[in-house]
């Protein structure tokens, strides 16, 4: 029987898409997981559903662009655990339209996209963190995209060079906003086991995409699940995919 006590970790966004594949991956691995998301029914559904296939998990309700909600959730798992090992930082949203050039997307969206893939990730990872610092070994996820990587975004050669890739700047922005709070992050938390990562899952067949993808979600899954089960010599301020260094 193993003396180390299972690992609890609290995915965002994790009733549908590549959230919910985390979520039933790590709970594969032996990790205790919260399926947090902003609708209780669907969360809960979700939750259910990994169960019946024997998975230790639970639900929260989690909205991660209300500091109520997000406050109420960590006094949860402080109450229910009194750590938090694996924050995976998924919730995400692209409301901007394919097709479009960058300069005809309105501003309402750049602040809406902002809400919640931004400031959304950074008020949840706050609100957790006192609690991911009583873990021996916290491990902060947050899942970017190749989208938010500037280098890729400026390569003629990269796929990301193209009217498609470029309709979606504040998606785009947003995510390399999180790249950046990654790094500055990581550094705060340096000489602490806490590592702190961002990944780009890959181009997945989710509702984000309207179904369309080079992946299948279990694929999509698997870089945000490696980087949340880390050993204690692995890399922290990274940006990753599938175990390859991205560019910023
Ligand atoms: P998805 O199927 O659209 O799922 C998005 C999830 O985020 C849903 O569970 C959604 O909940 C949740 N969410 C949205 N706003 C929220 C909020 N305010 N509070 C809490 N949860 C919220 O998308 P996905 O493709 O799985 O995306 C997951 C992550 O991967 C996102 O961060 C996305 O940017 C990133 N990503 C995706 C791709 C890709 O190709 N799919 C590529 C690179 C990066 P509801 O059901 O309540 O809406």
Redesign the pocket.
Known sequence: MSTHPVKIAVV????????FEIARQLADNGVRVVLA???RE?VVEAAKKLRGSDLDVEALV????KTDSISAAAAEIESRYGRLDILVN?????IEEYGKQPSEQPLRQWHETFD??LF?LVETTLAFLPLIRKSTAGRIVN?S??LGSLGTHSDPSSYAYSPMFKSLPAYSASKSAVNSWTVHLAYELRETPIKVNAV?????K????EGA?DLEIPD?ARTSVSMALLESDGPSGSYVHMGDVVPW
């Open positions: 965002t966004g994790a009733n549908r898409g590549m959230g998301g902003r609708n669907a989690l909205d991660v662009t998924n919730a995400g949203i692209r919640t893939n959304g899942v995209s190749l780009h899952p890959g181009y997945t989710t509702e984000m995409n993808g999509g």
